[in-house]
């Protein structure tokens, strides 16, 4: 059976509108407008163990809602999923466990004042990783954060942010990582470490792991698969060689044209 089993999955969400003006703003107090926005439509797709999946799309395209679904954040409107057996919206304990959300937007939740060991602390509390467990150990090692253990979580860079986060949602070593634009504003050097690393997470744990990221270089060296969605509706769902394969007339093959080719025109004829 698969990890991550979607079927027919859909979000509608319901935004209140509102014109410019004072009368306008009078007026919504005693009738509010509101205008349906499908954010995800029908998605259907399953994960196996171990892939690691490109989940590729324009803004706007559903990609953060759909994740944020799977990690029991979101309850969809429609549809089916399970990821590892449970229904990831019943938010069952067990489930959360065992899966990951990782978001380069916002690397670490919690409160800012904790130092990055204070909140490895909690962490381990929240999760019941066992005291004898040296996982932590491991992560402050391959991750390079030993410097960073008493700072406060507030005061430290983006980079740092996402190595300390990345460190804190692993320590309970999740089965399922949803990873967000793991390397939004990270520079060169450190968006590779952090692609070695989570393919090495990946390969030597067996973890799942759905990846949604703006940059070509994530995809290529992390995803043999990918999906592509775009105005909430899957596109594409297949391996990124055969798709680039379809694009091979192209003067520029490279990733970012076959891309932006596939989104303007769709897959040549
Ligand atoms: N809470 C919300 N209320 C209303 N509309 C929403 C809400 N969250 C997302 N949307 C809308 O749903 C659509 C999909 O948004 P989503 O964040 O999933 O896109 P995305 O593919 O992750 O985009 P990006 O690449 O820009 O991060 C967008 O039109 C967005 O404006």
Redesign the pocket.
């Given at each position: 059976m698969a990890v991550v089993q979607v079927d027919g999955l859909t979000?509608t969400?319901?935004?209140p509108v509102r014109e410019a003006g004072l009368r306008a703003a009078l007026r919504a107090v005693v009738h509010r407008e509101y205008r349906r926005?499908?954010?995800?439509s029908e998605l259907s797709f399953g994960l196996d163990e171990g892939e690691v999946v490109g989940f590729l799309?324009?803004?706007?395209?559903?990609?953060?809602?759909?994740?944020?679904i799977l990690s029991g954040i979101?309850h969809p409107t429609g549809g089916r999923a399970t990821v590892l057996g449970f229904t990831p919206w019943q938010r069952r304990r067990e489930y959360l466990r065992r899966i990951a959300l990782i978001r380069g937007?916002q690397p670490i939740g919690g409160p800012a004042e904790l130092t990055v060991m204070d909140s490895f602390k909690y962490q381990r509390v929240l999760y019941d990783v066992p005291r004898g467990d040296n996982t932590v150990d491991e992560l402050v090692d391959l991750l390079d954060i030993g410097e960073l253990l008493h700072r406060q979580i507030r005061a430290l860079s983006l980079g740092e942010r996402m190595r300390a986060g990345l460190a804190m949602a692993l320590l309970y070593q999740p089965k399922v990582l949803f990873l967000?634009?793991p390397t939004l504003g990270l520079d060169v050097l450190a968006a590779g470490a952090l692609r070695r690393f989570v393919a090495e997470y990946a390969k030597s744990t067996g973890a799942t792991v759905l990846l949604?990221s703006?940059s070509m270089a994530d995809v290529e060296t992390l995803c043999k698969r990918v999906i592509l969605?775009d105005q909430?509706r899957i596109r594409y769902d297949g391996e990124l060689a055969a798709l680039a394969a379809k694009f091979s007339d192209l003067e520029d093959p490279s990733l970012e044209v076959v891309m932006d080719r596939f989104y303007r025109d769709g897959i040549p004829s």
């Open positions: 979000m969400f319901r935004a926005i499908e954010a995800v799309g324009p803004n706007g395209a559903g990609k953060t809602t759909t994740m944020k979101l937007s967000d634009e949604t703006h969605i909430s």
